[in-house]
């Protein structure tokens, strides 16, 4: 039974960081591809950051990031690969969501495709004010 759970939100002034953790169990594969989504108020779920595994690329790069979280979030994976993480620097109100992290065994041809992830945590508050 794969689970995915995600740590470290919460609330934080503008221009802070924080560090997101999604732990998952369950599942050993070695090509494990972590997604981290965000839904803001009022607007739909979009990939901010996605990380493939040991071999795959996304487009000839092992990492993804939406343009607005460019220079400023960084994804990596644990060496498990069950465990992603989501630095995030210099917050914005803009960045107040759940951040759900996502994952399944290969990472899809397009990265932001949420339909594709198998897995998904339940989520964790981030609030810049």
């Known amino acids: 039974h794969v689970q995915l759970v995600e740590s470290g939100g919460g609330s934080v002034q503008a221009g802070g960081s924080l560090r997101l953790s999604c732990a998952g169990s369950g599942y050993t594969y070695s090509n494990a591809c972590m997604a981290w989504f965000r839904q803001s108020p009022g607007k739909a779920r979009e990939a901010i950051a996605v990380?493939?595994?040991?071999?795959?690329?996304?487009?000839?790069?092992?990492?993804y990031y939406a343009d607005s979280v460019k220079g400023r979030f960084t994804i990596s994976q644990g060496s498990a690969w069950t465990t992603a993480f989501l630095e995030m620097n210099d917050l914005s109100t803009d960045d107040t969501g759940m951040y759900y992290c996502a994952a399944d065994i290969l990472c899809p041809t397009d990265p932001t495709e949420s339909s594709w992830y198998s897995f998904w945590g339940r989520g964790t508050q981030v609030t810049v004010s």
């Open positions: 990380i493939s595994g040991d071999t795959q690329k996304i487009s000839g790069d092992s990492t």
